[in-house]
């Protein structure tokens, strides 16, 4: 599956931002997405996942914020954030994990498939 990101931009502190991730080659609904992120000098970090049977999981640091969702039908995946905070600047990255198991999974080696990457700025 090939994934496209896209939707990232700046923001202001407390402004949203809506990500989407379109697959091609392959159906979304056949995957288990995850959205992680990576700031400079930092590793990359899980932020959020919804598996095939439509569960999410999402870090603590975005709980409540952050909603991840599935449109079955144009192959694409969100990431609508809201509240948004300057430590929430990163490039956001959306992946595709084939696996069978349609839990919790924070293991970017889980995930067999990447997109680009699009980069998000929030302003204080």
């Known amino acids: 599956v090939q994934l496209q990101a896209s939707g990232g931009g700046l923001a202001q502190a407390g402004g949203s931002l809506r990500l989407s991730c379109a697959a091609s080659g392959r159906t979304v609904s056949r995957y288990h997405m995850g959205w992680f992120r990576q700031a400079p000098g930092k590793e990359r970090e899980f932020v959020a996942r919804?598996?095939?049977?439509?569960?999410?999981y999402y870090s603590d640091s975005v709980k409540g914020r952050f909603t991840i969702s599935m449109d079955n039908a144009k192959s694409t995946v969100y990431l609508q954030m809201n509240s948004l905070k300057p430590e929430d600047t990163a490039i956001y990255y959306c992946?595709?994990?084939?696996?069978?198991?349609?839990?919790?999974?924070?293991?970017?080696?889980?995930?067999?498939?990447w997109g680009q990457g699009t980069l998000v700025t929030v302003s204080s």
């Open positions: 992946a595709a994990d084939a696996s069978a198991y349609g839990g919790y999974s924070a293991n970017p080696k889980n995930y067999g498939s």
């Open positions: 919804i598996s095939r049977s439509g569960g999410t």
